[in-house]
């Protein structure tokens, strides 16, 4: 049988950062009988396709939630294992990604990975800063409770006065410091929850929740999503200018 196309036209205005949280790899696997670990392997086969996509509709920043702090409770088979991957990636992408223009940003605490990977980690973003084709933020041992600490620490740290704290304080003290906020929080597989991602700066961010499991969310499936946030009124809090 024929792959079926859908052409359609891409909106005029497609989000400038998109945030996916991508769920559903474990049940992807499952499904056909394979270990938990195919379901990552094929999940991060898929980010290629969704970065790809990303960069073809004019996206600038897609932010990933990969490995959350939370994630560190997964059997030590599947910790070991997810590392790995990211290690892996690093090793076999990070040529292509520079070539084709895409800045790589770390959200999260490295100094619980092992030295090796954070050193990859560090250097994959140190040789891709001056890339701005598309900025590929991964969130890896990331929780945005755990950030929101990290920010009130670093801030005492550095003396700063209680009356001096405001909105863009905190954010630049974030991990995700100097980056937009996300336009639209994808979550695949169903669920509909935050999970602790992104909890500050997607306060405003519109969402977009499918069932389709990450490792089968292709090109059309983000296109549909960008479609549906074309489609939103963005009202922050505000009337909609129709009823100005
Ligand atoms: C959630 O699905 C997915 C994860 C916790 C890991 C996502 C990681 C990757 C796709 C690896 C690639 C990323 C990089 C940056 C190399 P789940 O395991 O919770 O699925 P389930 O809910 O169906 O069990």
Request: aromatic fraction near 8%.
């Amino acid at each position: 049988m024929m792959a079926k196309t859908i052409s359609v036209t891409i909106p005029k205005n497609v989000p400038n950062h998109i945030a996916i949280i991508m769920d559903g790899n474990g049940r992807w696997a499952k499904k056909r009988g394979l270990p938990r670990l195919a379901g990552h392997r094929a999940g991060t086969e898929n980010l290629r396709r969704v970065i790809r996509a990303c960069v073809e509709f004019g996206v600038k920043f897609l932010t990933i939630y990969a490995f959350s702090t939370e994630n560190w409770g997964r059997p030590t088979e599947e910790v070991e294992g997810l590392m790995h991957i990211l290690e892996e990636v690093i090793d076999k992408e990070i040529h292509e990604l520079k070539q084709e223009g895409v800045q790589l940003r770390h959200i999260g605490r490295l100094e619980q990975l092992n030295p090796q990977l954070r050193e990859k980690v560090l250097r994959s973003v140190e040789i891709t800063k001056d890339n701005d084709r598309l900025t590929l933020c991964i969130a890896w041992n990331y929780g945005g409770r755990d950030e929101i600490v990290c920010a009130i620490r670093k801030m005492i740290e550095d003396g700063v006065q209680p009356k001096d704290i405001n909105d863009d304080m905190v954010s630049n003290y974030l991990f995700t410091a100097g980056l937009p906020d996300p336009d639209m929080v994808i979550r695949t597989s169903g669920e509909m929850r935050i999970s602790n991602f992104l909890i500050w700066q997607a306060s405003y961010a519109e969402w977009y929740v499918t069932n389709t499991l990450w490792p089968d969310f292709d090109r059309e499936e983000l296109l549909k999503a960008i479609i549906s946030f074309s489609e939103r009124d963005r009202r922050y809090g505000r009337l909609s200018n129709c009823n100005e």
